[in-house]
Nanobody, 119 residues
Framework: QTQLAESGGGLVQPGGSLRLSCTAS????????MDWYRQAPGKQRELVAS???????NYADSVKGRFTISRDNTKKTLYLQMVSLKPEDTAVYYC?????????????WGQGTQVTVSS
């Protein structure tokens, strides 16, 4: 029943900024921990940032200080603000709603949004 839709990706030059959004439907958004992942060609999917239902956050070392994860529970939206973008940030970015028994026993994933950092 949960559906996630990412948006905000695109082409940006090195040093630029971008804000990704993930809108949720079909769930009580505020009770779920949420993640941003990314996957570059030929690479494994990587956890970029996490935010729990109390808005505590964690970041991968590769993005710490440059990316900010946040959530707006009234809008059922997850955000990833990205600044000082580097070519190595190029990837498809996915949001994930983490399982939270007993309400939900499985993770849910969005379809992904492409971020390309290139001059």
């Amino acid at each position: 029943q949960t559906q996630l839709a990412e948006s905000g990706g695109g082409l940006v030059q090195p040093g630029g900024s971008l804000r990704l959004s993930c809108t949720a439907s079909g769930s009580i958004f505020s009770i779920y921990d949420m993640d941003w992942y990314r996957q570059a060609p030929g690479k494994q999917r990587e956890l970029v940032a996490s935010i729990d239902f109390q808005s505590n956050t964690n970041y991968a070392d590769s993005v710490k200080g440059r990316f900010t994860i946040s959530r707006d529970n009234t809008k059922k939206t997850l955000y990833l603000q990205m600044v000082s973008l580097k070519p190595e940030d190029t990837a498809v970015y996915y949001c994930c709603q983490r399982a939270r028994p007993p309400w939900e026993r499985t993770d849910y994933w969005g379809q992904g949004t492409q971020v390309t950092v290139s001059s």
